[in-house]
């Protein structure tokens, strides 16, 4: 099992971002798939969460500006980030259980078992 993050970069505050997570190595489609971010000296936090059957869950500080979405056909979990803010600035994990039960952006990092290694967002 293989997550693999790409997308991230350092831009300016307003523009935005597409980050990507490929997936490799299970039936993506059954799995609770989320975004977290991870600032320098603050805890990991939970972004967004998508579910098996494309239900989706956002954090308050990102809502209507962050999109999360997979193509379950290309196993690929995307976060589409909009109107991006400095306090958005962080290292982005993509994540992935096979329990679908409370599968949302307030799913706490304990919960999933699998993760990528992470891409870097910067927004000055």
């Known amino acids: 099992v293989q997550l693999v993050e790409s997308g991230g970069g350092s831009v300016q505050a307003g523009r935005s971002l597409r980050l990507s997570c490929v997936v490799s190595g299970y039936t993506y489609g059954d799995y609770c798939m989320g975004w977290f971010r991870q600032a320098p000296g603050k805890e990991r936090e939970g972004v967004a969460a998508?579910?098996?059957?494309?239900?989706?869950s956002d954090a308050d500080a990102v809502k209507g500006r962050f999109t999360i979405s997979r193509d379950n056909d290309n196993n690929i979990l995307y976060l589409e980030m909009n109107n991006l803010k400095p306090e958005d600035t962080g290292t982005y994990f993509c994540?992935?259980?096979?329990?679908?039960?409370?599968?949302?952006?307030?799913?706490?990092?304990?919960?999933?078992?699998?993760w990528g290694q992470g891409t870097q967002v910067t927004v000055s």
């Open positions: 994540a992935a259980d096979r329990e679908t039960l409370r599968c949302t952006s307030a799913r706490g990092e304990h919960d999933y078992f699998y």
């Open positions: 998508i579910d098996s059957d494309g239900s989706t």
